[in-house]
């Protein structure tokens, strides 16, 4: 008999949605809890103590909620607050940066781009778990604070995010041949990115990696679900503010292969004092 209870995925808003969506085509009998602490989005431009104390009360959430595993599917989050998390969870923690790192490993030849948010950035992260694995690679990175945005607008290839790609990403222009999508949110907008980086260079979305490595640790560690035609696999939106408003943008992040029917508005902060 399989585990049916859900697995936990968050992030600040909807842009973990794009590992969501990864994890639901990789393992459909799955069913899925989502929370995007839309009220206090973004994370990118928080200080390192906000994004850990925000982290832990998005997994405090999910962890009552019941699930058997939890997916921090944010870079900012994932670079902060991971080893917090894995402390207080009684549940397995996979975060979305060692996925991101395993992927682009795999995909350069040596000259790295890494884009995130301002705290991703500065955290060093990346560059870290890179050097680790490829010691002498060049890495350029830069933050794209505004990406966030434009995603959350759903303005993801049109003439403003064209010029904005392009104004983020100009000294990257010629010297990396892949670039790693270190934030949940830009994913949507490769098209503004391929757009100013051309076709030649890899894009490094970690979701995909992602998925694989929650199937693995399932496997491992005996907690995936059976497919049951009577009780179907469920996906839940829980979000901390603006049902209605997230609950489009949420269904345009995850276009036409997965219905989500409403947005369940929740208070996260219930445990602090
Ligand atoms: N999607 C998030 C990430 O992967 C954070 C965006 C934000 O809240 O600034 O880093």
Redesign the pocket.
């Known amino acids: 008999m399989g585990d049916q209870r859900a697995i936990g995925v968050f992030?600040?808003?909807i842009?973990?949605l794009t590992v969501l969506k990864e994890i639901q085509k990789r393992l459909p009998h799955e069913s899925l809890v989502y929370l995007g602490d839309t009220a206090r989005?973004?994370?990118?431009?928080?200080s390192k103590d906000t994004i850990i104390r925000y982290s832990i009360n998005n997994t405090r959430h999910l962890l009552n909620e019941g699930v058997k595993m939890l997916v921090v599917?944010?870079?900012?989050?994932?670079?902060y607050a991971l080893e917090e998390l894995e402390k207080m969870s009684s549940a397995p923690v996979i975060g979305?940066v060692e996925g991101g790192v395993m992927a682009a490993v795999r995909a350069t030849s040596g000259k790295v781009g890494v884009i995130?948010?301002e705290?991703?950035v500065r955290s060093g992260k990346y560059v870290t778990e890179i050097l680790k694995r490829i010691p002498g690679a060049e890495i350029v990175t830069k933050p794209c604070?505004l990406f966030?945005a434009l995603a959350e607008e759903g303005w993801t290839d049109n003439e403003v995010a064209h010029a904005v790609a392009k104004e983020y990403l100009k000294d990257m222009e010629g010297k990396i041949d892949t670039l790693v999508l270190?934030?949940?949110?830009?994913p949507v907008l490769k098209n503004s990115i391929r757009y100013a980086l051309g076709e030649n260079v890899k894009l490094i979305d970690s979701a995909e990696e992602t998925s694989r490595l929650v199937e693995e640790k399932l496997r491992v560690l005996g907690l995936g679900a059976d497919a049951d035609a009577d009780n179907p696999a469920l996906i839940r939106f829980l979000v901390t503010d603006s049902p209605e408003r997230n609950l489009q943008l949420g269904r345009r992040m995850l276009g036409d292969g997965i219905k989500i029917d409403r947005a369940e508005l929740v208070d996260i902060t219930w445990g602090d004092k």
């Not at 989005?41 to 928080?46: D, H, I, Q, R, T």
């Not at 599917?73 to 670079?79: D, E, I, M, P």
């Open positions: 992030d600040s808003g842009g973990g989005v973004p994370y990118g431009a928080k599917a944010c870079n900012t989050a994932s670079a979305v995130g948010t705290a991703t604070p966030v270190g934030c949940t949110h830009y």
